[in-house]
């Protein structure tokens, strides 16, 4: 762990654990990776929260990295997703993004109750035929960490990965969605699912988090807030393009792990980078917003870290 991550843990001072692919070629194009990591950091600082970003190097698993370190981060041409890192680190991967999975339990294992990301994964709309559902979902219900996303990438089959967020018990609440509309990620609506319930603040979802904890609950809370409305690229938009780069990946035969940053890739080239800044700025938003339920946590008891976990 990072010296300034494990200092303001054993304060009991705000901390945000980030995954890393999002930042790396794997999620975003060179440069808005480092843009996004910049943001992401800025908008955690002012929100008084110490930012942790999680990955693996040289077969460590980190919690926290230095300025130093980033060009290596941004650099990594490989992701982990939970049950990769016993392996990367077994096998000493030099560099290995985190995924969702990854980071949450990395996070867990830290004491770290508030993560960040862009967009969760989720059931994939081939699932019929490939059985392809991101272990992001069941590492949602596994670990006691606060999740704050724009929902999930709008290339997956939003209702199914809500119905099977319900069956795993995972709770899901809207903060400063459009009229409940559950965030289509890069758009603010995503056409039809509805976020199960919504909250007004920060210090509301710790309320669900206390909540969730003294009625025995074990694992996380998702929090789903939209892309800043003038940064979105609206859903309708999307669909055709959408429906092009899923057709492209299944035509070259892509698979696994391998599908997300394939399709990612093809939907930022047909909009003229138009999602990739809509990416930058989800990105820096859901920071802000996990850094200011960071704050409330920690200032509701100033052992904020155990008090989500116990
Ligand atoms: N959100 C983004 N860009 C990304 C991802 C999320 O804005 O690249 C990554 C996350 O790391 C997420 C992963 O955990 O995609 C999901 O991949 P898969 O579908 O293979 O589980
Ligand atoms: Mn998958």
């Given at each position: 762990m990072a010296a300034p991550v494990a200092a303001a843990l054993a304060d009991g001072r705000p901390v945000v654990a980030l995954e890393s692919t999002v930042f790396s070629r794997l999620g975003l194009p060179e440069g808005a990776g480092a843009e996004a990591r910049r943001r992401a950091d800025a908008a955690l600082r002012a929100a008084g929260?110490?930012?942790?970003?999680t990955i693996v190097l040289d077969g460590v698993a980190r919690v926290g990295v230095d300025d130093a370190e980033l060009p290596r981060v941004l650099a990594a041409s490989r992701k982990v997703a939970d049950r990769d890192l016993p392996v990367a680190v077994a096998?000493?991967?030099?560099?290995?993004?985190?995924?969702?999975?990854?980071?949450?339990?990395?996070?867990?294992?830290?004491?770290?109750?508030?993560?960040a990301t862009g967009g969760i994964g989720g059931v994939h709309r081939d699932f019929a035929a490939t059985g392809d559902e991101s272990a992001d979902l069941a590492a949602l219900a596994r670990h006691p960490v606060v999740t704050v996303c724009a929902g999930a990438k709008s290339f997956l089959d939003l209702g199914r990965t809500l119905e099977r967020l319900e069956t795993l018990g995972v709770p899901v609440v809207g903060?400063?969605?459009?009229?409940?509309?559950?965030?289509?990620?890069?758009?603010?609506?995503?056409?039809?699912?509805?976020?199960?319930?919504?909250?007004?603040?920060?210090?509301?979802?710790?309320?669900v988090v206390r909540a969730a904890r003294v009625l025995g609950y074990g694992g996380g809370v998702l929090v789903v807030t939209p892309v800043p409305e003038g940064d979105e690229v609206p859903f309708d938009e999307l669909g055709p393009v959408v429906d092009a780069a899923l057709a492209e990946a299944a035509a070259a035969g892509v698979f696994g792990g391998a599908v997300t940053p394939f399709v990612l890739g093809r939907i930022a080239a047909a909009t003229g980078g138009r999602t990739v800044a809509a990416n930058v700025a989800l990105v820096e938003h859901n920071a802000a917003v996990a850094g200011a339920i960071a704050a409330a946590l920690a200032q509701e008891d100033p052992n904020g870290r155990r008090q989500i976990r116990t």
């Open positions: 929260a110490v930012p942790a970003l096998q000493r991967w030099p560099a290995a993004a985190t995924t969702v999975s990854a980071s949450l339990a990395l996070a867990a294992a830290a004491g770290i109750g508030v993560f903060l400063g969605t459009d009229g409940g509309a559950f965030p289509g990620f890069w758009s603010r609506r995503s056409g039809g699912p509805v976020v199960p319930h919504d909250v007004s603040s920060p210090e509301e979802v710790v309320a």
